[in-house]
């Protein structure tokens, strides 16, 4: 049995463990409510262009939803871990941390080493989607219209892309073209010559790249930093749990 000086020395330790551990755990409950935002922000604000590139890009936000929700719930076990000061939760909540830790560390990878492929697959969708624009609603052409439309763009390259489309030969550049929609008619935009100065010249694509870039940093950002926080709650989990353990050996 160890003397009462020890254990005196080992109850302090414990408590501050346990105090830093709550704090991590609510720090981290809160990365996962931040997680989930990101994931409904990007079905919302990114749907326009996931919807333009392949199948599996699509389930990008569907992921980081499902994330933050697992991150919200091991959170909140966490801090139920650490109150009760119970080992065996505290070594499952620190095999949860690694297990997060290291899906979401390949997932980051995985992004980054594939990245030029999710560009080159955009472009070959987009020039697709245009080949087969119509006017009408549908997903793609609803997609290439807010495309054009809020970045100010037109065409993959340039505006002259489009003289290349079946829909140019009956109706022309797309209206979504047009840098003031009262100053363009059908007539206008079937004119190579009059459309020049009535819609944007510049393509779409580098602007996309950009928004895309921009945007997908700030999702790549979050995760990563989710990620590397994890390290820290591993390491505290798993001394708590052994400083629990020789406070209860010693008192033996």
């Not at 602007?207 to 945007?215: E, N, P």
């Amino acid at each position: 049995m160890a003397s009462p000086s020890r254990r005196l020395q080992t109850k302090p330790v414990i408590t501050c463990l346990k105090s830093i551990l709550l704090i991590y755990s609510f720090v981290f409950w809160f990365s996962g409510i931040v997680l989930l935002a990101v994931g409904i922000w990007g079905k919302v604000g990114l749907e326009v262009y996931f919807s333009l590139l392949n199948e599996k890009a699509t389930n990008v936000p569907y992921v980081l939803i499902g994330t933050g929700t697992v991150v919200v719930l091991l959170g909140t076990f966490g801090c139920f871990a650490t109150c009760r000061g119970s080992t065996w939760m505290l070594k499952l909540y620190a095999m949860f941390l690694t297990l997060i830790f290291l899906v979401v560390l390949v997932a980051a990878i995985v992004g980054f080493v594939f990245r030029h492929e999710i560009k080159d697959s955009f472009k070959n969708n987009f020039e697709a989607a245009m080949k087969s624009y119509d006017g009408t609603k549908d997903e793609r052409s609803k997609a290439v219209d807010t495309i054009q439309s809020t970045l100010h763009c037109c065409g993959v390259s340039d505006y002259t892309d489009w003289n290349r489309t079946a829909y140019y030969k009956q109706k022309g550049i797309p209206m979504s073209c047009c840098k003031s929609l009262g100053n363009c008619t059908i007539d206008d935009l079937k004119n190579p010559a009059i459309a020049k100065g009535k819609v944007y010249e510049h393509g779409c694509f580098r602007l996309v790249i950009q928004t895309m870039d921009s945007k997908m940093g700030i999702v790549a950002g979050i995760s990563f930093g989710v990620a590397c926080f994890q390290l820290g709650g591993i390491v505290l989990a798993c001394c708590l749990s052994r400083s629990i353990t020789n406070n209860q050996y010693e008192m033996v």
